[in-house]
């Protein structure tokens, strides 16, 4: 047992010993039929914190030679092939996290790599291979000598691709790759080769060294999807099992739709459950350096786009552009597909159309404004507890004040001039509110539609269900009436805590003038 030959079965072991601990063995049946076929080559390209690692962990686990994981396996999903047991710890297993040799050997990252392989190989096979070759060929004499073919897992293949700017570092790096995955000596010791990253491959000039890999993606990942990050049914059982609320859960961490399924982030999930709070986890994992590489580029269309999915709405984006590389963002859609490779947007394939996923997403978002080039929009999201506070203490002038200084900042990106548009404002006005309410627009209620209605969850403490009308050029007495005239107030029936009507109005004589108005009442039941 070695460190990258053969590793043992601890990741596994530690993961399914732990707190949160959900089941993706079938993931194993999935790569089982691809052993030694040609579709032996996977490529799962997923956002950070999304289960790469961990699935990188289980293959070591089922497949090295370097433990006995019979016990591991006996009580999960697997176990119930009948076959499962016919390829485990049967294979000559490496293990690479070119990341981390990233982080300390650059410019001789390959040279490294195969010192610290060799150093492992000479544990093994001492002086009977020659240490001076390439390491495809000593894949190639090792098999010859024990007929035990090779699975090789590389996580954070891209890496060097992602932050080198040395051409002929990149040159070797994928003429390595070549040799390990698509060499005459590959095909004769290679069962298995598994990489992940956080782009898709990218063909660089005339190299294609991995242009024989299927991909998963964060677009498209039929038929492993599930596998990766954590479904609904799983975080239902996850919140029933820990005392947790499922509504919150889904509020902070639902929304990315890969191939029509709802899939959360385990990380956050995790954390959340672990520390029985709500958060925003992943933003103390990741980089968020990038929202701000991206969002503030001068493309035509993409300030606009990022304001209108904050505020709730999806926009169309072509994904076929994008050269999977950081460095060659040349458009607008580049910009939108690079934030849903990182996992920052959501992408509904049906509709080809992006989105904010969750809040703990859009907090992301938050973070990154305050800290970039749009300090308008800063400003204005900076005012969003107050807002939810003056709105729920009944300061109905401070609370038009606030809506109006909303108005003024987003009124040059989304187009404001109706209720609907008035609506889009709101959305953003409160955007710290999802956070606590379950925020329904257009939600079917008595006569009609109450414009908003924000339903506390239970995380929300002291915060009051509110419903709320708008109205454009009219008044927001005339917002109140309408709630009170359509019984929308009804759409609460159930609720027995406290309620507020909160009417709003915008006037403005098409030109600069404009001017809101707000009326917050109690609704007092009858007895």
Known sequence: MGIYFNPGNESFTQAKNSIIYVDKTMLLDFLNKRLSTEDKCIAVSHARRFGKSHAAGM??????????SAGLFEDTKIASDKGYKKYMNKYNVIHLDISSFWDNFKD???????????????????????????????????????????????????????????????????????SLFKSEESKSFLALAYVTGILPIKK?????????????????????????????????????????????????????????IHMYNPNSVSMAINNHDFDSYWRNTSSFASINTFITMNYAGLKDDIMSMLSGK?????????????????SKDDALTALIHLGYLGYDADRKKAFVP???????????????????????????????????????????????????????????NDENSLSCVLTMAYFTAPAYYNIIREMPAGKGFADF??????????????IVELKYNQSADTAIKQIKDNRYQGALANYSDKILLVGINYDSDGKDKKHHTCIIEEYVKAQ
Request: one cysteine or more; proline letters at 2%.
């Open 59 to 68: 293959i070591d686990a089922y497949y090295s030679l370097g433990c006995d």
């Open 108 to 178: 001789n990252i390959i040279e490294k790599i195969e010192d610290y392989i060799y150093e492992d190989f000479k544990a093994s096979f001492g002086d009977t291979l020659n240490y001076e070759y390439n390491l495809s060929y000593n894949l190639m004499k090792i098999y010859q000598s024990t007929k035990v073919p090779f699975i090789i897992i590389i996580d954070e293949w891209d890496c060097i691709i992602r932050n080198s700017r040395n051409d002929e570092l990149v040159h070797r790096y994928l003429q390595f790759l070549h």
């Open 204 to 260: 660089i000039k005339d190299e294609s060294a991995l242009n024989n890999f299927r991909e998963y993606t964060m677009l498209k990942s039929k038929p492993i999807t599930e596998y990766y990050g954590f479904t609904e049914d799983e975080v239902k059982a996850l919140c029933i099992q820990h005392n947790m609320d499922f509504e919150s859960t889904k509020a902070w961490y639902n929304g990315y739709l890969i191939d029509g």
């Open 314 to 330: 999806m926009v169309r984006v072509n994904t076929n552009t994008f050269k999977n590389d950081f460095s060659t963002i040349a």
């Open 358 to 416: 969750n809040y703990e997403v859009a907090t992301a978002f938050e973070a990154a404004l305050q800290t970039g080039e749009w300090s308008e929009i800063a400003r204005a999201i900076s005012t969003c507890d107050e807002l939810l506070d003056e709105t729920i203490e009944g300061n109905s002038e401070r609370v038009a004040q606030l809506i109006e200084l909303a108005h003024d900042t987003y009124t040059s990106v989304l187009k404001y």
């Open 453 to 466: 209605a924000f339903i506390p969850r239970a995380n929300a403490g002291y915060r009051p269900a509110m």
